[in-house]
């Protein structure tokens, strides 16, 4: 189970930290990362962590977003920066275990693909 929280709504240029508490999942060799959806638009993924550590960023959002998990809490992060009009989405955590080629992970999220389990995600609004 994946549980999002920290969405809300925030100013043009601001920042917010999601959080995903994972449960009842249990794997040495996995990718948890996010992706959102923005009404009328595509699923977009965002980023993704695996478990060795490798970090994954979609164009759109790399230098802004950095995604981080502590282990011990079972908690993923997405620490998000100089947030935009188009942020503004529901963003839903993912897991799957084991990973594809990580080369493929985000476009395959994307389609819908490759995810054992995802949350019921977070509105995030971005305003003036």
């Known amino acids: 189970q994946l549980v999002e929280s920290g969405g809300g709504s925030v100013q043009f240029g601001g920042s917010m930290t999601l959080s995903c508490v994972i449960s009842?999942?249990?794997?040495?060799?996995?990718?948890i990362g996010w992706f959102r959806r923005a009404p009328g638009k595509e699923r977009e993924a965002l980023s993704a962590i695996t478990s060795g550590g490798t970090t994954l960023y979609s164009e759109s959002v790399k230098g802004r977003f950095t995604i981080s998990s502590d282990n011990a809490k079972k908690t993923m992060y997405l620490q998000m920066n100089n947030l935009q009009a188009e942020d503004t989405a529901v963003y839903y955590c993912?897991?799957?275990?084991?990973?594809?080629?990580?080369?493929?992970?985000?476009?395959?999220?994307?389609?819908?693909?490759?995810?054992?389990?995802w949350g019921q995600g977070t509105q995030v609004t971005v305003s003036s």
């Open positions: 993912a897991a799957v275990s084991p990973p594809p080629d990580l080369s493929k992970l985000l476009r395959l999220w994307e389609l819908g693909f490759a995810m054992d389990y």
């Open positions: 009842g999942f249990n794997s040495d060799d996995y990718a």
